[in-house]
């Protein structure tokens, strides 16, 4: 019994030591982190604020003015159209990619001749630099001079302005948007299409299921959540877009083309007013959490395991 009761003490002596206060050890590791994050990610959000809580032109000392930047956008007719260009250009670069992305991810999962050859073929624009991008479809875009009138010319179709009207300047930068990062998608989706077990496929070929029931009703919702993913990083990517945009059109013709990044660019590098574009920033950051909150909630609303697909 003596012995027993000696190991029970010495088991609490050792649970005891365990709790007990000791010098953080780990501190001289974590500091560095500490230091970077802030200079890096937090200093410059916190600047980013009071700067926008200031009347602050270039040249000029800042005045604070509290929230008089946020209190003038609303009234901002060129924020206001911005903010819609933004939208517009960025469910179209979106939903194209995507529609597009999930259809050539459904061919190349399928085996056929040379199918590595144009897997590869395929996702070449993905690797091409935006501007230089830019500078070849501003040239296929040219009304006179431009191959893409050409070949509306062969079908029998009259020729378009394309970047160089109002009505047809946003379709058309989607147009170079979907044709680079369609391949983006297309690899995602890949990537979910192969992860899927043969079982299914099948079961569905026994019953006599059809290419497109066996993708309506299999593929599709297995791979949703790699489609969701892919929807995330095209909403950031797109909603963000500045290179393409400006290097193609700068916002025009007039303001037609405008998002919020080039209208940021011009507040902060043309007229100068840092305290105005700072407002303009947190609100820009703002949209990007609340369009990622919204499908990270639409996500968490998807009940993958009852569909077939997991979390």
């Known amino acids: 019994m003596s012995e027993l009761t000696a190991v029970q003490r010495l088991a609490v002596e050792v649970e005891t030591a365990k709790h007990a206060w000791r010098p953080i050890s780990y501190w001289p590791f974590v500091i560095p982190a500490m230091i970077v994050v802030l200079a890096v990610i937090i200093f410059p959000w916190a600047y980013t604020i009071w700067m926008s809580l200031h009347e602050w032109k270039v040249g000029s000392q800042p005045t604070f003015v509290g929230f008089a930047n946020y209190l003038r956008l609303p009234s901002d007719a060129r924020f206001v159209e911005s903010v819609w260009h933004t939208l517009v250009y960025t469910a179209l670069s979106v939903a194209l990619p995507l529609i597009l992305g999930t259809l050539a991810a459904v061919i190349f999962n399928s085996k056929f001749p040379l199918r590595g050859f144009f897997r590869g073929l395929f996702i070449l624009p993905m690797m091409a630099t935006p501007v230089a991008i830019a500078l070849v479809w501003t040239m296929m875009f040219h009304p006179q001079l431009g191959v893409l009138n050409y070949l509306l010319a062969l079908v029998g179709l009259p020729p378009s302005l394309w970047v160089f009207h109002p009505a047809t300047v946003i379709p058309s ?9 369609t391949p ?6 890949l990537g ?30 297995m791979i949703m959540p790699f489609l969701f993913i892919a929807a995330m990083i095209r909403m950031i990517d797109a ?4 290179d393409i945009i400006f290097a193609i059109t700068q916002g025009g013709p007039g303001s037609a083309s405008e998002t919020i990044n080039l209208y940021l660019y011009s507040v902060a590098f043309v007229y100068y007013d840092v305290g105005y574009a700072s407002a303009v920033v947190v609100v820009f950051f703002a949209l990007i959490v609340a369009l990622a909150g919204a499908l990270l909630h639409l996500r968490q609303r998807t009940h993958w395991n009852d569909t077939g697909g997991s979390a």
Do not use: N
């Open 239 to 242: 909603v963000k877009s500045f």
């Open 184 to 189: 983006l998608v297309m690899l995602i989706v």
């Open 192 to 221: 979910g299409l192969s992860a899927i077990p043969s079982e299914p496929y099948e079961s569905a070929q026994i019953d006599g299921a059809t290419p497109w029931q066996t993708f309506r009703f299999i593929s599709l919702p």
């Open 173 to 181: 930068l989607v147009l170079v948007e979907t044709w680079q990062w």
